[in-house]
């Protein structure tokens, strides 16, 4: 099942730049079934061989990284200062706990006692500035034993059910779209296709732009996690897409005005195939879209992303059915793109 | 009794202040292996250790057995609960929180968060009021599992953090319980110079209240209220502040008795015990407050144990404090008390 892969997904850790143990684990599902190289930065290019047709190129993207934190410095009595890879609210990780480090020591986030806060602190969240992980150690000596600068630092969370149609876990931005190519990888597909497992994109885009580039595809489709605002305090467009409504196709982003041509497509193909399907209500966010579209002289992109609530937190929630709808929608666009 | 197994055994089971039954029977149980126990109206583990032997005074040992939460108040048309707090919640852990309700059923679910867009302040912590949970449930599924009033906790199961110290929820107080098992481990089969009294108090975290009617019902001359104190952390202040590690802290304020508190500090020299002192200036904000002024009064002093970010699902206490909290309270019920 799609989703026990993302499970086992979402919790291998891979901050940006240090995407290893996703990457170890996506070359152990494909090295089998098909050529694949791992270039300079890191991504994995997949060639995957269609079953007979030759069709026009189409590379999809997934980045395999995911929002966390890093060490800059180790305090005089053993915590941590810690700075966000990605973007990050602040909010989100206060009160946690989190796994640092290559051996995942145990931190925890907290500060002083809301007991001993002014009524100006108790309504100020905490910031990356004032924060700091404690690890137990009581002096920097004995946390340099355990700690290096530079180390990362990662969310402590499970993957759970949440009611009958939801799940919750870090990283589902943007593993599910992992998912997605690995399940595709691994079932027959009627035309040539090449996957990107990219990494960096939470920090600027920087290895789909690379990836892009060496692929020099035609079109590319990305397969991506958005944000999700269907909660009670937010209404209408505020909203931006919502869970259960099916795969989320952009017209546009922060960072592309997605090609009409296969904007139209997918919603058409989801129609015929009566696949659910919504659009973003707001111009909001942004995705390796933003760097392949531009890449050598244009690339036609579509992204097709996963309505995700609470994005870029420990607790990422997301509705299973549309998990399932994003790969039947990128399956037959992709089909659709490269028989043109 | 292995103190860590101890802890992690008080603290696995929930108990938000009004509603502390799982908690209460955990303690309660091991309680019974030292005292004649029962379970009151109120939520309150009551026991005497031994016969009751009139011509000797009471000494009562507390500590609550409640800890902090959310209380569900209505479910929304499209499946997400409002919530109320139970004791003093940090808000600025609220957002994208996991949590549990604890309905007919235990649920996952999520605190809502605001994404950026959204935010015109995103340095604000959130009102209890403008946070939602998210369980995943339609309206008509959760009116099947979850009743108003039902509690929501925050599930941060006791680990260890780093060689002594243990992580989790609820170790304020159930740290204080189990000084208290400790200490009657320490003590069982002795004689003791007065009759002794255990008390794992209700609702303190709303108001002190299971503390105030216990005490009423056993009528103790000297209370020792054993309950957490803020260890120091990077980002408070040395002077109002104990020491991870260090010992317990032993109170000294205008509302408890000096004479216990001095008792105290010389058992603690006596057996080179570490310890700490913690001076306040009127009320300590623990049982001490409502005990003292049970009945007649009770001659009353605290017994702190040191605990990093209180409130929060990151707790963090040290084993070796719990300990010799224990040692100190054994030493103080069998040596006389002022």
Do not use: W
Not at chain 1, 108 to 115: D, E, L, P, Q, T
Not at chain 1, 180 to 193: A, G, K, S, T
Not at chain 1, 230 to 247: H, M, N, Q, T, Y
Not at chain 2, 317 to 336: C, P, Q, R, T, Y
């Amino acid at each position: 099942m799609m989703i026990d892969e993302l499970e086992k997904l979402c919790n291998l850790n891979g901050t940006s730049g240090s995407e290893d143990e996703v990457r170890d684990y996506i070359i152990n599902q494909i090295k089998n079934l098909c050529e694949y190289r791992i270039d300079n930065m890191g991504n994995v290019i997949a060639y995957k061989k269609g079953t007979c047709k030759v069709g026009k190129k189409l590379m999809i993207s997934a980045h395999m990284d995911e929002v966390g934190m890093i060490v800059t410095y180790i305090n005089d009595d053993g915590t941590l200062k810690i700075a966000p890879v990605g973007g990050i609210d602040p909010r989100v990780v206060f009160g946690r706990r989190v796994r640092v480090g290559k051996e995942k020591r145990l931190g925890v986030i907290g500060s002083k006692a809301v007991h001993n806060l002014s009524k100006e602190e108790r309504d100020k969240a905490v910031t990356f500035e004032g924060m700091y992980v404690d690890i137990g150690c009581t002096s920097r000596e004995e946390a340099e034993k355990i700690v290096s600068l530079g180390d990362n630092v990662y969310f402590d969370s499970d993957f759970v059910r949440l009611g009958d149609r939801l799940v919750k876990g870090k990283a589902i931005d943007d593993r599910a779209g992992v998912a997605v190519m690995l399940r595709m990888i691994r079932e027959e597909l009627p035309y040539d296709v090449t996957f990107a497992f990219v990494v960096q994109e939470e920090i600027g885009l920087r290895g789909s732009r690379c990836a892009a580039f060496e692929v020099d595809p035609e079109y590319a489709i990305v397969i991506e996690s958005t944000t999700a605002a269907d909660i009670p305090s937010a209404s209408g467009s505020d909203r931006v897409c919502e869970l259960g409504k099916g795969p989320v196709v952009s017209f546009m982003d922060r960072s592309t005005i997605y090609n009409k041509e296969l904007y139209d497509l997918a919603f058409d193909l989801a129609d015929k195939n009566n696949i659910p399907c919504q659009t973003k209500t707001r111009v909001a966010g942004g995705n390796d879209a933003g760097a392949i579209h531009i890449t050598r002289g244009g690339i036609k992109t579509a992204a097709v992303s996963l309505a995700t609530r609470y994005l870029h937190s420990p607790s990422c929630v997301a509705d299973i059915q549309d998990f399932e709808n994003v790969y039947k929608l990128v399956r037959v666009l992709s089909d659709s793109i490269c028989s043109k | 009794m292995d103190t860590k197994e101890l802890i992690f055994k008080l603290t696995e089971n929930y108990g938000v202040s009004g509603d502390e039954f799982p908690a209460c029977k955990t303690a309660a149980n091991i309680l019974s292996e030292y005292a004649k126990t029962e379970i009151d109206h109120f939520g309150n583990v009551i026991g005497y250790v031994g016969e009751v032997d009139k011509s000797k005074k009471t000494l009562l040992l507390d500590a609550h057995i409640d800890e902090i939460g959310l209380i569900v108040t209505y479910i929304s048309d499209d499946g997400f609960l409002k919530v109320s707090n139970c004791g003093g919640i940090d808000r600025r852990l609220l957002l994208a929180q996991e949590v549990t309700v604890l309905g007919r059923k235990n649920i996952s679910g999520v605190i809502t968060s605001t994404p950026p867009h959204l935010e015109a302040d995103d340095t604000k912590t959130p009102e209890i009021d403008n946070i939602y949970i998210d369980t995943g449930y339609t309206k008509e599924q959760l009116e099947e599992f979850v009743s108003l009033g039902d509690r929501i906790v925050f599930p941060a199961k006791a680990v260890i953090l780093n060689c002594d110290q243990i992580t989790g929820k609820s170790l304020d107080d159930r740290s204080g319980v189990a000084v208290i098992l400790k200490t009657l481990e320490i003590l069982k089969g002795k004689d003791l110079p007065v009759n002794l009294a255990v008390l794992f108090s209700s609702q303190e975290e709303t108001g002190e209240r299971g503390a105030k009617t216990a005490a009423f019902k056993i009528a103790p001359d000297y209370a020792v209220a054993i309950d957490v104190s803020f260890a120091l952390t990077a980002d408070d202040k040395p002077h109002k502040c104990g020491k991870l590690g260090k010992g317990p802290m032993i109170g000294v304020a205008p509302s408890l008795s000096r004479k216990m508190s001095d008792k105290f500090i010389s058992l603690a020299k006596e057996e080179n015990i570490p310890y700490q002192i913690e001076v306040m200036n009127g009320q300590t904000g623990t049982n001490a407050d409502a005990i003292g002024v049970s009945g007649c009064g009770v001659k009353t002093v605290t017994l702190s144990i040191p605990l990093k970010y209180m409130h929060t699902p990151v707790e963090v206490i040290s084993i070796s404090d719990i300990e010799n909290s224990a040692k100190l309270l054994a030493a103080f019920v069998e040596k006389g008390v002022e």
